[in-house]
């Protein structure tokens, strides 16, 4: 053993792990694969990348002096700045001299024998520790499609996840996207302001709702630092941690009109609360869901010019908010752009990649440039890229296979002292709240272990099948879990992701953290600890 815990993974997660490890006194080792900081904002540097959730409710709060100190330029951070944040935040917590850059671990394997994690990393090098911890986030194993010539292209083509870090121009260039979720949302609404041409090859549309982005300035910045309290109070109190939390009453508990007058409302204010601010029926009842689905499909009607193209924009197999929303700044208006064609995929599919563009069932396209916004193998797909081995040697892919089981979304059965941030089962809504109370729940367990001599932790197996069942049980009714997306583990560009799986804990952020501040109170005693 070279050090105390293992971290994997320096995006938000794996800086904060790190720090507050360190607090402890342990000798921590941070591998991340990239060659910075940052995390999803380290690989994310697609054009138009940026936070969809408040800025000033989206960074970390447990530092005073870095609230005080961090003037967050835009309602929703635009990715360089984010970058910039997570870069500031290493340098002023001096966190870099723990952190090993391009070192992607491929393997990760418990001893029983020194009751400890040995990571080897892709070139072959190894480290040993008491205790690891992945912090290697939900959406970060990005997936291209799976089409016959994809490697014969001789354009540029990259996958947003993988974006280079030298200025992409697109004046006067034939682009293509391919995916039209949250990420190609961001991408194509920027893309389309300078390319020569943009065409967007769209499998299935997503119901979208505007952003309302919005500068701050030195005076509004001044004002929402004294609100801090408050909004970190908020987002503990609301049901996934956002500033939005659902309105209490019913879509059938008012007239027609005070419904239009809500969902204008909420569409005319920025920010998720179109989504998470909305009647609490909505994600639930069919009728509900239909409603909000109307109201969002006249307004697409009414923003874009050519009704054909109004109609392919408009979903059909899902109702809007069971699918995460991606949220847009004109990105309707984008299709009445001369320069811009939406091709319906699902009539004419992609047959193959040409070395001079895409070829569909009905035309073939040229191009200088394929973006492919085809999203993550989520939740488990960056465990299932690591060689994750626990005490009896059986590989974590396989112990999920059909679907995760964890206790907490923190540990599983059989991977003593393994500790998952922001691994499936856990609450993830927004996702740096959640982090922050992942990463001091396994803080405080470590502490915990120390204070009582204690270099073994394992959850016990009816744990892993209450956990597992409970969040299983809090999906039932949700109008999301009968729908193919990310967040119900659907993926048919990886082989074994093609039926729906219990990954995501859809319960309330506060009755989690009651859960797990529960276990805690009670010295763990739940855990077999020894
Ligand atoms: P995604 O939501 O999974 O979308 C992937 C897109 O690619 C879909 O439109 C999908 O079509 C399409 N696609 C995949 N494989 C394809 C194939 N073989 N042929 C044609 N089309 C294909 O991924 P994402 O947009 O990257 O977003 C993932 C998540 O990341 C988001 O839901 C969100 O949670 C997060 N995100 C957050 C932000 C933010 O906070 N600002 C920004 C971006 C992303 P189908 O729908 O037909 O499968």
């Not at 204010?269 to 969002?296: T, Y």
Request: some cysteine; overall charge neutral.
């Amino acid at each position: 053993m070279d050090c105390d815990a293992i971290v994997i993974g320096a995006g938000i997660s794996g800086l904060y792990q790190l720090y507050r490890l360190r607090e402890l006194g342990l000798k921590v080792r941070v591998f991340e694969a990239g060659t910075g900081v940052g995390g999803t904002w380290y690989w994310n540097r697609y054009p138009g990348a940026r936070f969809d959730s408040e800025s000033y409710s989206y960074g970390y709060s447990f530092s005073q002096e870095l609230l005080d100190e961090w003037h967050w330029t835009e309602h929703f951070s635009p990715q360089p700045q984010t970058f910039k944040y997570l870069n500031y935040v290493a340098d002023k917590f001096d966190l870099r001299r723990d952190i090993q850059f391009k070192s992607r671990v491929a393997a990760a394997h418990y001893s029983e024998a020194t009751r400890s994690w040995e990571i080897t990393l892709e070139d072959g090098r190894r480290h040993g520790a008491r205790f690891l911890i992945t912090a290697i986030g939900p959406l970060s194993a990005p997936t291209m499609p799976r089409i016959e010539g994809i490697d014969t292209f001789e354009g540029q083509s990259c996958h947003t996840a993988r974006w280079p870090h030298e200025p992409v121009g697109f004046e006067g260039k034939r682009v293509a996207v391919i995916g039209t979720g949250a990420t190609g949302v961001q991408t194509i609404q920027e893309v389309a302001k300078t390319a020569g041409t943009l065409t967007v090859f769209q499998r299935t549309p997503n119901w979208c709702a505007p952003l309302h982005n919005a500068r701050i300035g030195e005076e509004e910045m001044r004002e929402i630092r004294s609100r801090y309290p408050e909004i970190f109070e908020r987002c503990r109190e609301t049901f996934a941690c956002f500033l939005h939390t659902p309105d209490p009453r019913a879509t059938s508990e008012v007239t027609p009109e005070e419904r239009e007058a809500l969902f204008e409302k909420l569409y005319d204010n920025r920010g998720f609360g179109m989504w998470q601010g909305n009647f609490r029926d909505i994600l639930v009842d069919r009728k509900a869901n239909a409603l909000v689905s109307d109201f969002v499909a006249r307004k697409i009607r009414q923003r874009v010019k050519d009704p054909k193209v109004a109609e392919m924009l408009i979903p059909r197999n899902h109702g809007f908010g069971t699918r995460r929303v991606p949220l847009e700044t004109r990105y309707y208006e984008v299709y009445n752009q001369p320069n811009v064609t939406l091709v319906d995929i699902s009539r004419t599919p992609i047959e193959r990649i040409m070395p001079t563009g895409i070829k569909t069932s009905d035309s073939e396209y040229e191009f200088d440039m394929i973006i492919y916004a085809t999203g993550f193998d989520a939740i488990t797909g960056s465990f299932d890229r690591i060689d994750i081995r626990g005490a009896d040697g059986l590989r974590l892919k396989d112990k999920w296979k059909g679907g995760p089981k964890t206790w907490l979304g923190v540990q599983v059965e059989g991977f003593p002292n393994m500790f998952m941030v922001m691994g499936p089962h856990t609450a993830l809504g927004n996702i740096p709240r959640s982090i922050e109370y992942n990463v001091e729940w396994v803080t405080g367990l470590i502490r915990h272990m120390r204070e009582h001599g204690l270099t073994r932790a394992e959850c016990r197996p009816e744990g892993v099948k209450a956990w597992t069942e409970h969040v299983k049980a809090l999906g039932e009714g949700l109008l999301s879990n009968e729908i193919d997306s990310w967040m119900t583990g659907i993926n048919r560009n990886v082989d074994g992701k093609e039926t729906r799986i219990v990954a995501r804990y859809s319960g309330s952020a506060p009755a989690y953290r009651a859960r797990c501040d529960e276990v805690a109170a009670n010295g763990y005693r739940e855990m077999a600890l020894s």
